[in-house]
């Protein structure tokens, strides 16, 4: 899936630093959806995927998944127990508000151990 910069600076990255959106874009490699090899892969379970206690962390600034459809994949899900958001942040949570991210992941650890 090629991503031009102007994407990655728009809609990835668009609160990120300068030297962060410019990494980023120097580390891009050729990648694909998988598909061929997802179709191959036996169905996730209830046993197993279902099993786990999933938070969903709502990026609130996202432009690739607006708040509209972050909202949509939680509540389609069925397995996701808490949503917790953070104001401000774009796709890219762990490069434009680490910190935040940082505290979250935290925060969800501490209350789920």
Known sequence: MPF????LAQKLYQLCSPEDVALASSLIRPS???IEDLSKVKYFTDEGFGSVKKVYIICTEDKV?????QQWQ????GTV???K?????????????????CD???E???KYN
């Not at 939680?74 to 899900?77: A, L, R, Y």
């Open 4 to 7: 031009g910069p102007k994407f």
């Open 32 to 34: 694909s959806l998988f």
């Open 65 to 69: 998944s607006p708040k509209e459809f």
């Open 74 to 77: 939680i509540d389609n899900n």
């Open 81 to 83: 127990i808490e949503a």
């Open 85 to 101: 958001e953070i104001k401000g942040t774009d796709h890219m949570a762990m490069l434009c508000m680490p910190k935040q991210l």
């Open 104 to 106: 979250t992941l935290l």
């Open 108 to 110: 969800i650890a501490h």
